[in-house]
């Protein structure tokens, strides 16, 4: 079964950087776009960032110009860099694969496992 493996959560003050990093398999049929979730305590899961295989994006609203995703598709390896964060942004952050350039969960079915990432004010 395919995988996606995160890295590189942790805690941050505000105004910080992180980047979090997915590593995938390699190939997943018929997913081949590559996105950030994140879910914040008590809150439903949302999108942040989509990437094609040929470099489109999409982000959303909350973290326009601040959080940038790119990918390295030879080794299939995601990358969402995240400055100037705030207290809003902690949350457990998710790598998907999925079908189509979009920020809905409905188009994604292979999940990572999370990587936590907390702002302190």
């Known amino acids: 079964q395919a995988q996606l493996v995160e890295s590189g959560g942790g805690s941050v003050q505000a105004g910080g950087s992180l980047r979090l990093v997915c590593t995938g398999p390699?190939?997943?049929?018929?997913?081949?776009?590559r996105a950030w979730f994140r879910q914040g305590p008590q809150k439903d899961r949302e999108g942040v960032a989509v990437i094609g295989y040929g470099g489109s994006t999409i982000y959303a609203d909350s973290v326009k110009g601040r959080f940038t995703v790119s990918r390295d598709n030879v080794k299939d390896i995601t990358y969402l860099q995240m400055n100037n964060l705030e207290p809003e942004d902690t949350a457990m952050y998710y790598c998907?694969?999925?079908?189509?350039?979009?920020?809905?969960?409905?188009?994604?079915?292979?999940w990572g496992q999370g990587a936590q990432v907390t702002v302190s004010s």
């Open positions: 998907a694969a999925g079908r189509a350039l979009s920020l809905n969960t409905m188009y994604y079915s292979v």
């Open positions: 390699g190939y997943i049929h018929g997913n081949s776009y």
